[in-house]
T-cell receptor
Framework: RKEVEQDPGPFNVPEGATVAFNCTYS??????FFWYRQDCRKEPKLLMS???SGNEDGRFTAQLNRASQYISLLIRDSKLSDSATYLC?????????????FGAGTRLAVHP | NAGVTQTPKFRILKIGQSMTLQCTQD?????MYWYRQDPGMGLKLIYY???????DKGEVPNGYNVSRSTTEDFPLRLELAAPSQTSVYFC???????????????FGPGTRLTVT
């Protein structure tokens, strides 16, 4: 089982739609969770951290369910500029060191 | 701050050649990472370092070597290039938060490598 698994995508949605991405992680000891955005042929960039109580940043809402080891990202009122790949990221403890593990990503395409 | 810089941006290698991908960060971050990303795939960790003089293998270390003689630099070495190493290579750095948490991971712009 992969340490971080995401919806395979791609998600093709019209402008204005609401879209949700899911992510599950296998390491119950993980304590840091993030969503990164990656545009085509660019480096990943932090979209938002995910906190236990859930958090919102404008049109974006992230939720964490530790019991189910599940993370979600909700995008409301989708814009054309939201088209990108969204990466779920979780920290993992291995060999005494913390590492960040990236999911394979979910591709979003917003069309007019 | 320039953040994380990588050189070169592009490179074509012949099978069996060697090269070093350079990575430098000016944020005084302790943690640095090398990832590879194949077309349409996620990031795979090659090597990482938790501080100068300390490196460890990631998920896909075969065919690569690293060193961390300074906090700023974390070069990745390919000794005998193979077509399977054709990929985009990203270097990243971060600073740990207090406790077990992490701060944001900052990425360089990537090096696109083709081995033919």
């Amino acid at each position: 089982r992969k340490e971080v698994e995401q919806d395979p995508g791609p998600f093709n949605v019209p402008e204005g739609a609401t879209v949700a991405f899911n992510c599950t992680y296998s390491n119950s000891a993980s304590q840091s969770f993030f969503w990164y955005r990656q545009d085509c042929r660019k480096e990943p960039k932090l979209l938002m951290s995910v906190y236990s109580s859930g958090n919102e940043d404008g049109r974006f809402t992230a939720q964490l369910n530790r019991a189910s080891q599940y993370i979600s990202l909700l995008i409301r009122d989708s814009k054309l500029s939201d088209s990108a790949t969204y990466l779920c990221v979780v920290n993992s403890i291995s060999g005494g060191y913390n590492k960040l593990i990236f999911g394979a990503g979910t591709r979003l395409a917003v069309h007019p | 701050n320039a953040g994380v810089t990588q050189t070169p941006k592009f490179r074509i290698l012949k099978i069996g050649q060697s090269m070093t991908l350079q990575c430098t960060q000016d944020m005084n971050h302790n943690y640095m990472y090398w990832y590879r990303q194949d077309p349409g795939m996620g990031l795979k960790l090659i090597y990482y370092s938790v501080g100068a003089g300390i490196t460890d293998k990631g998920e896909v270390p075969n065919g690569y070597n690293v060193s961390r003689s300074t906090t700023e630099d974390f070069p990745l070495r390919l000794e005998l290039a193979a077509p399977s190493q054709t990929s985009v290579y990203f270097c990243a750095s971060l600073q740990r938060r207090k406790g077990s948490g992490f701060d944001e991971q900052y990425f360089g712009p990537g090096t696109r490598l083709t081995v033919t």
